[in-house]
T-cell receptor
Framework: NAGVTQTPKFRVLKTGQSMTLLCAQDMNHEYMYWYRQDPGMGLRLIHYSVGEGTTAKGEVPDGYNVSRLKKQNFLLGLESAAPSQTSVYFC????????????FGPGTRLLVL | AQTVTQSQPEMSVQEAETVTLSCTYDTSESDYYLFWYKQPPSRQMILVIRQEAYKQQNATENRFSVNFQKAAKSFSLKISDSQLGDAAMYFCAYAGNTGKLIFGQGTTLQVKP
């Protein structure tokens, strides 16, 4: 099992450019999440999904969109990148087994100039 | 809304000694889960230990144990026989009815040889 994987690992964007971050999991998990981590802070939830075809907003959703067309994939899109979106992005997945444990990907470092 | 607070931005411990990291949280829910995650310089989020709120017994995982005080809403992590590989940022996290994780600000642990 690869667990949770994220692509790309690092990306530099110019203000106004768009990009998509891909998260994939091979654990057959129902729930998937996107977080951002800023320096000196914990992770904050951007969007999440409780199943294929469903998405919901988290704590800091503005400027991001997501899609869950396949159970194993969760895409995070930035339509018009801003310097404030410079951050490390983490994807996570979990199974609704009552244990609520989330498994994290390795992170994507995004720099917006 | 639930909140998680880690009041120690940095801690240090001598190798082989014991250290305790503090975490407090605020919630009106009765059923929830608490977690400690470790984030080494690689940025990978690694689950250290999990505690179900309905369990009175404190969780333990090898050298890691927690002191869960439900009435005081306190959830500290004790690391015994500290090792150089324990050096990392540690995050306390809360998951309630929604399953979404709420993270504290993190504590950077330095282990001195």
């Amino acid at each position: 099992n690869a667990g949770v994987t994220q692509t790309p690992k690092f990306r530099v964007l110019k203000t106004g450019q768009s990009m998509t971050l891909l998260c994939a999991q091979d654990m057959n998990h129902e729930y998937m999440y996107w977080y951002r981590q800023d320096p000196g802070m914990g992770l904050r939830l951007i969007h999440y999904s409780v199943g294929e075809g469903t998405t919901a907003k988290g704590e800091v959703p503005d400027g991001y969109n997501v899609s869950r067309l396949k159970k194993q994939n969760f895409l995070l899109g930035l339509e018009s990148a801003a310097p404030s979106q410079t951050s490390v992005y983490f994807c996570a997945s979990s199974y609704p087994d009552g244990l609520e444990t989330q498994y994290f990907g390795p992170g994507t470092r995004l720099l917006v100039l | 809304a639930q909140t998680v607070t880690q009041s120690q931005p940095e801690m240090s411990v001598q190798e082989a000694e014991t250290v305790t990291l503090s975490c407090t949280y605020d919630t009106s829910e009765s059923d929830y889960y608490l977690f400690w995650y470790k984030q080494p310089p690689s940025r990978q989020m690694i689950l250290v230990i999990r505690q179900e709120a309905y369990k009175q017994q404190n969780a333990t995982e090898n050298r890691f144990s927690v002191n869960f005080q439900k009435a005081a809403k306190s959830f500290s992590l004790k690391i015994s026989d500290s090792q150089l590989g324990d050096a990392a940022m540690y995050f306390c996290a809360y998951a309630g009815n929604t399953g979404k994780l709420i993270f504290g600000q993190g504590t950077t642990l330095q282990v001195k040889p």
